[in-house]
């Protein structure tokens, strides 16, 4: 039986992901292994069906929303196949790509999975392991996530001040490309030889082209990482699946921290708690986090508790604030702790904050709390997005994850509130300010002031080039952010990036309406 088969309405929910972007498309297949994957890209080559692969559908910009075609849903290839040490003693868990999150987290941390078809080696190494000595540090603050989804998009998150975005955090690839063959690729070995690259098959043959004559920002790539002797596994983080489809990765652990401590501060202007940011930037310990809420946020989720029943467990807010921002720490032990609560408290006096109204989390417990807080915001703007969809279907999350240089940030922040205060518009702001990206969100309620957020988010576009930034820090392009990638890159080099993706995707079937922008010749 093919694995390709019609769409009907037993699929709906695989029309979008977590943006509400609602797609459509014309057949569906959801392979358990890499065969099937190959047999679901060979029908589409054969047949010109576009094909857009999906993992968890968490994703925020419209990425596994499919435009018409096959929909390649990963999330039965659910399976983490072993692990081994690496010659630099580091552990390497080898997963397939429609793994959550959380799964990787109870592998670690409580040695919960499935071992089944687990080679000797991997058996006998993952028998020294203790339970919770190791873990995958990538933090997109939705656990349920694939592993697959965040590799495709480098998803960034809460933990990505200390530890960087996914990238750096998986060591090799499997790729089905978009004429079914099968590439291998591991960090390190398999470069690109200045800008000329030849990516390696498992039948023998191999992909040759050259990459564009340009490098991606240096904050982090926007749709595709592109540098001289770039290693190639980096070719397919953040492609977003429009450069082939990964069947499997091996991701890179680290020794697990022993205390994980959490504090959130309040200020009385968003004045003071820019100044308590920049010093948590320079602080030691290296903060894992450093978030932000304006004003509006914080209102918005205080009042989501009187309809919201999970709500009403959330710690009560102090009576006079503007704004707050929360720092977790990842520790050795209780001996860093104390110390460091100390020196902290300094900054935060010298910064205009009261220790009187800061909430402090000195082990797992108690920092829970703190993250249910942190997560009550994301879920607010879910609430939100849904109730006024329902009155104007094409409205989706309006939000954005723009990033400049450090010297740059306040100016693009005080740029944020200004035009949102005079737009009228609802709206807040929270996100990774440790990274210089906070997600300014607009909630539309009709079209009309949908239309106004996008004008906005591409004016911020347009001044982020000018800074040197980024459109995009955290979700990827996908399609919803797609117009802002243009306005950073221009039409010039959108045509080079288009022309780079039909030396790998001659037919232009994968990924359809991700990342790049059809532009006049």
């Given at each position: 039986m093919s694995i390709v088969q019609p769409y009907d309405d037993r699929f709906q929910s695989l029309l979008f992901d977590e943006s509400r972007t609602m797609g459509r498309a014309d057949f569906v297949a959801m392979p358990r292994c890499e065969e099937e994957i190959v047999e679901a890209v060979k029908f589409c080559d054969a047949n010109n069906v576009?094909?857009?692969?999906?993992?968890?559908?968490?994703?925020?910009?419209?990425?596994?929303?499919?435009?018409?075609?096959?929909?390649?849903?990963?999330?039965?290839?659910?399976?983490?196949?072993?692990?081994?040490?690496?010659?630099?003693?580091?552990?390497?868990?080898?997963?397939?790509?429609?793994?959550?999150?959380?799964?990787?987290?109870?592998?670690?941390?409580?040695?919960?999975?499935?071992?089944?078809?687990?080679?000797?080696e991997s058996l006998d190494t993952f028998a020294s392991v203790r339970a919770g000595e190791l873990f995958f540090s990538p933090d997109p603050t939705e656990p349920t996530a694939s592993i697959g989804g965040m590799a495709s998009c480098n998803a960034c998150g809460a933990r990505s001040f200390l530890y960087g975005a996914t990238r750096r955090h998986v060591h090799a690839l499997r790729v089905v490309l978009a004429d079914g063959r099968v590439a291998a690729l591991e960090r390190g070995r398999d470069r690109a030889a200045g800008r000329e690259f030849s990516i390696p098959c498992a039948d023998g043959t191999s992909l040759s082209g050259k990459l564009p004559d340009f490098d991606t920002p240096d904050i982090k790539d926007a749709g595709y990482f592109l540098r001289p002797d770039m290693d190639l596994v980096d070719l397919f983080i953040g492609s977003q699946g429009t450069l082939g489809i990964v069947s499997e990765l091996e991701l890179i652990l680290m020794p697990a921290p022993k205390l994980l401590a959490g504090v959130t501060a309040f200020f009385p202007s968003d004045e003071c708690a820019l100044s308590y940011v920049a010093a948590m930037k320079r602080f030691s310990p290296k903060p894992a986090s450093i978030e932000f809420f304006n004003r509006d946020a914080l209102a918005l989720v205080e009042a989501q508790k009187l309809e919201t029943p999970a709500f009403r467990q959330l710690q009560e807010l102090p009576e006079d604030y503007c704004s707050a921002a929360y720092v977790e720490f990842n520790l050795?032990?209780?001996?860093?702790?104390?110390?460091?609560?100390?020196?902290?408290?300094?900054?935060?006096?010298?910064?205009?904050?009261?220790?009187?109204?800061?909430?402090?989390?000195?082990?797992?417990?108690?920092?829970?709390?703190?993250?249910?807080?942190?997560?009550?915001?994301?879920?607010?703007?879910?609430?939100?997005?849904?109730?006024?969809?329902?009155?104007?279907?094409?409205?989706?999350?309006?939000?954005?994850?723009?990033?400049?240089?450090?010297?740059?940030?306040?100016?693009?922040?005080?740029?944020?509130?200004?035009?949102?205060?005079?737009?009228?518009?609802?709206?807040?702001?929270?996100?990774?300010?440790?990274?210089?990206?906070?997600?300014?969100?607009?909630?539309?309620?009709?079209?009309?002031?949908?239309?106004?957020?996008?004008?906005?988010?591409?004016?911020?576009?347009?001044?982020?080039?000018e800074m040197g930034g980024t459109i995009t820090a955290e979700h990827g392009a996908g399609k919803i952010k797609k117009p802002l990638l243009l306005i950073l890159y221009g039409e010039e080099r959108m045509r080079t990036l288009l022309d780079f993706k039909r030396a790998l995707d001659p037919e232009g079937i994968l990924g359809p309406g991700n990342v790049l922008t059809e532009v006049d010749r």
């Amino acid at each position: 039986m093919s694995i390709v088969q019609p769409y009907d309405d037993r699929f709906q929910s695989l029309l979008f992901d977590e943006s509400r972007t609602m797609g459509r498309a014309d057949f569906v297949a959801m392979p358990r292994c890499e065969e099937e994957i190959v047999e679901a890209v060979k029908f589409c080559d054969a047949n010109n069906v576009p094909l857009t692969a999906q993992g968890a559908r968490t994703g925020l910009a419209g990425g596994a929303s499919p435009e018409g075609g096959l929909i390649l849903n990963l999330s039965r290839m659910n399976r983490i196949l072993g692990i081994r040490r690496g010659a630099d003693g580091r552990y390497l868990l080898r997963a397939q790509p429609g793994v959550p999150l959380l799964a990787v987290r109870k592998a670690l941390s409580d040695k919960m999975v499935d071992v089944s078809g687990w080679s000797r080696e991997s058996l006998d190494t993952f028998a020294s392991v203790r339970a919770g000595e190791l873990f995958f540090s990538p933090d997109p603050t939705e656990p349920t996530a694939s592993i697959g989804g965040m590799a495709s998009c480098n998803a960034c998150g809460a933990r990505s001040f200390l530890y960087g975005a996914t990238r750096r955090h998986v060591h090799a690839l499997r790729v089905v490309l978009a004429d079914g063959r099968v590439a291998a690729l591991e960090r390190g070995r398999d470069r690109a030889a200045g800008r000329e690259f030849s990516i390696p098959c498992a039948d023998g043959t191999s992909l040759s082209g050259k990459l564009p004559d340009f490098d991606t920002p240096d904050i982090k790539d926007a749709g595709y990482f592109l540098r001289p002797d770039m290693d190639l596994v980096d070719l397919f983080i953040g492609s977003q699946g429009t450069l082939g489809i990964v069947s499997e990765l091996e991701l890179i652990l680290m020794p697990a921290p022993k205390l994980l401590a959490g504090v959130t501060a309040f200020f009385p202007s968003d004045e003071c708690a820019l100044s308590y940011v920049a010093a948590m930037k320079r602080f030691s310990p290296k903060p894992a986090s450093i978030e932000f809420f304006n004003r509006d946020a914080l209102a918005l989720v205080e009042a989501q508790k009187l309809e919201t029943p999970a709500f009403r467990q959330l710690q009560e807010l102090p009576e006079d604030y503007c704004s707050a921002a929360y720092v977790e720490f990842n520790l050795g032990g209780e001996e860093e702790l104390y110390p460091a609560l100390e020196q902290l408290s300094g900054a935060l006096a010298e910064a205009g904050g009261d220790p009187e109204n800061t909430w402090v989390a000195r082990d797992g417990l108690e920092l829970e709390k703190l993250l249910l807080f942190r997560h009550s915001v994301p879920e607010t703007i879910d609430i939100h997005v849904e109730r006024n969809k329902k009155n104007e279907p094409a409205i989706t999350i309006l939000s954005t994850d723009m990033a400049v240089p450090d010297a740059r940030f306040e100016e693009l922040f005080w740029l944020y509130e200004r035009d949102l205060a005079e737009s009228g518009l609802m709206s807040l702001i929270f996100g990774h300010i440790g990274e210089n990206h906070v997600h300014p969100n607009v909630l539309a309620r009709n079209l009309d002031e949908y239309e106004r957020g996008h004008a906005l988010f591409e004016k911020w576009a347009r001044a982020v080039r000018e800074m040197g930034g980024t459109i995009t820090a955290e979700h990827g392009a996908g399609k919803i952010k797609k117009p802002l990638l243009l306005i950073l890159y221009g039409e010039e080099r959108m045509r080079t990036l288009l022309d780079f993706k039909r030396a790998l995707d001659p037919e232009g079937i994968l990924g359809p309406g991700n990342v790049l922008t059809e532009v006049d010749r």
